[in-house]
């Protein structure tokens, strides 16, 4: 399947040399072979490993915190928005699927000559580690995308992604791995990769031990080990509280504010990854707005505070990783959706990631103190939860991370997760369909819309590769 491999590179091959000061004057057929340490580090340190800023990519829109206004003007954020697969023209590239290959690409160029660079021997070895995360990633984040949510029954069967270990366009496509095939070569790299990282960068976007161990937990997390989640969520946080923002305290007036939406993000990620968005035809959903704590709007609400409208929240989420422009007239507002997915690892994630997997093995205690010590980072005059009920607490946890997660991406896995246990039911939406109008679509528990198709031009140009029922 050459053809494929051809796509997912020569796509990624121009933005590498405009990003990384034209190091290669010319490039072998197939390949990209850097010379020095820092020809590794202009990869590492590419907006193609880990901020890709153009073109948009819009994979979160089906999750259920978003609600459409008119008419969905991108026809592939309408489809996936309305839980079928995005659609692109014969000329277009499939961004939700190439935005991450070629991200994989860059650090398969960095593994595929690791060997053959010389330098100091630590250096090259942490860099080695750094692309050895960065790949385990990147797949970890399509696998959740076009495979079926990991189900232990089935996952020896069910068609997993390609797994690409070789930058070379001259090189056969691997086929599709099962779903726990490609989890091992994930977990294998991820492993690999703690041996060679360091304990810490300048930068969060460059790997590091606590960011594999923060990514381990996540791929436990999915894949329901909930010991090993926890495990590894503890080693990500650790020498990591300092990346912990308390709203309340740091965000106290408008000139402390900042960028908030992307400071909040920024500072507190232990792995630090974005995508461009953008949401100009959506707003959060009533229900959602309403779940944070005592949220003052509603119909007919507006603020009048000079101190700035977001001085108005008790939960400061609302205003601070949302970002906000003026709210008048309640729900109907100016809630500013973001127009970055920072999808990479948070403290945050991980002290949620620790509350559930305590709860889950019925540690109440232990996940009580975890979900408060995030609420009282979060909320003004917030008086911790008590309670012994141990699927009150899960579903208090739940909340927490649909609150900390929206928008990112990371709520549209968890959905396919919960949806696979019984914890999310049956969800509608209606939205205006041009030539058609008002239509009504349904995401059903196990439902195959929460599998994204492999994009038609890959399938087109690989038909022997398998596509997923929707």
């Known amino acids: ?230 495990e590894n969520a503890n080693k990500a946080m650790a020498g990591n509280e300092f990346r912990f923002l308390n709203y309340v305290a740091y965000y106290t007036a408008p000139s402390e504010r900042r960028s908030a939406e992307d400071q909040a993000f920024k500072d507190e990620s232990i792995y630090f990854k974005s995508l461009n968005n953008r949401l100009d035809d959506f707003k959060l959903t009533h229900q959602f707005i309403d779940s944070f704590e005592d949220f003052p709007g509603g119909p007919g609400f507006s603020f009048g505070s000079p101190d700035g409208p977001w001085m108005g929240f008790k939960d400061l989420r609302l205003a601070i990783i949302g970002g906000f422009g003026f709210l008048f007239d309640g729900y109907d507002a100016d809630i500013r959706l973001r127009s970055r997915i920072y999808y990479g690892v948070t403290y945050p994630e991980m002290l949620l990631t620790k509350a559930e997997a305590l709860v889950r093995d019925n540690h109440l205690a232990e996940a009580l103190n975890a979900l408060n010590l995030l609420r009282r980072n979060r909320i003004r005059n917030y008086v911790d939860a008590t309670s012994a009920n141990q699927d009150e607490i899960l579903t208090w946890v739940l909340d927490e991370r649909r609150k900390e997660t929206f928008q990112n991406g990371l709520r549209w896995f968890d959905m396919r997760r919960l949806a696979v246990e019984g914890r999310l039911g049956t969800i509608t939406r209606e939205t205006n369909i041009p030539g058609v109008g008002l239509t009504t679509f349904t995401l059903v528990p196990n439902g195959n819309n929460y599998t994204y198709q492999i994009p038609a031009v890959v399938i087109q140009k690989n038909p022997e590769m398998e596509q997923n029922v929707q």
């Open 1 to 230: 399947m050459k053809i494929l491999k051809k796509y997912i590179l020569i796509i990624a091959i121009i933005p590498i040399l405009f990003s990384c000061d034209d190091y290669l004057d010319v490039i072998p057929a197939g390949a990209i072979i850097p010379k020095t340490v820092d020809d590794y580090e202009d990869i590492l340190n590419s907006p193609v490993v880990y901020d890709k800023i153009w073109p948009p990519c819009d994979f979160p829109v089906g999750s259920d915190e978003l609600r459409a206004i008119g008419t969905i003007r991108k026809l592939d954020q309408r489809n996936l928005y309305t839980w079928q697969s995005p659609t692109y023209g014969p000329s277009e590239e499939p961004l939700i699927w190439s935005s991450f290959y070629k991200a994989i690409y860059s650090h398969n160029v960095i593994l595929n000559s690791i060997n053959d660079v010389t330098g100091d021997p630590l250096k090259i070895k942490e860099i080695e580690g750094e692309a050895l995360l960065g790949r385990g990633f990147e797949h970890l984040m399509l696998l959740n995308l076009f495979s079926k949510p990991y189900n232990a029954s089935t996952a020896n069967s069910d068609p997993g992604i390609p797994y690409v270990t070789v930058a070379d366009i001259n090189e056969d496509t691997p086929s599709r791995l099962t779903i726990e095939k490609t989890y091992e070569l994930i977990i294998k790299d991820l492993k690999k990769a703690i041996a060679l990282l360091p304990e810490t960068q300048e930068v969060n976007y460059r790997g590091t031990k606590s960011a594999a161990y923060g990514v381990l937990a996540r791929l436990y997390l999915y894949k329901g080990d909930y010991n090993l989640a926890l």
